[in-house]
């Protein structure tokens, strides 16, 4: 009788713990486990002298590729954003989610992205011509590859 009760008290327990592990939220990709997760004002740092770092990554989705949410672009403190695409194009992220949280699990990765590229990016984003023809430098920004996401609740 001992040993039923400890088990079923060693399930509960487990399975308890177990929960924890997870964000609250709906996941794609691989999902996002907790532990080691920081702000988007340290991704930077984080990065450090580097170019690459596998990190998990907190922050506030600014845009949404308009096309198919084929990348998003999060709030960065210095008034930039850092694009997120996601790897092998496995997943892709709902179109109407600015404003709201998510944590990304990946590698983040100092890139110069070319003017052809930064205009392809501006059009999935249904930017204005005006907009577009502004674009006339390569840009050195933060990609970040995400292998999983974690859409927060609200």
């Known amino acids: 009788m001992k ?4 088990s079923a008290i060693f399930c509960a327990f487990a399975t308890f713990a177990f929960a ?9 990709g691989e999902g996002v ?12 740092a984080t990065l450090g002298k580097g170019n690459k770092a596998d990190m998990k990554v ?16 999060l709030k960065m403190p210095n008034g930039e954003t850092m694009r997120v695409e996601f790897k092998d194009y496995a997943f892709f992220m709902p179109k109407d989610i600015e404003g709201r949280k998510v944590v990304i699990d990946g590698f983040a990765e100092r890139k110069t992205t ?3 590229d930064l205009k392809h990016y501006a059009e999935d984003q249904k930017k204005s ?3 577009i023809a502004k674009i006339t430098q390569p840009k050195k ?14």
Do not use: H, P, R, Y
């Open 3 to 6: 040993k039923i009760i400890l």
């Open 20 to 28: 924890q592990e997870a964000f609250q939220g709906q996941s794609f």
């Open 33 to 44: 486990k907790k532990g080691g997760e920081i702000s988007t004002d340290k991704v930077d």
């Open 58 to 73: 907190i922050g506030e989705v600014v845009s949404v590729c308009k096309k198919k949410g084929c990348f998003m672009n």
């Open 114 to 116: 070319s003017v052809e």
């Open 129 to 131: 011509a005006e907009e």
């Open 141 to 154: 920004e933060i990609i970040f590859e995400a292998k999983g996401v974690v859409l927060l609740d609200k």
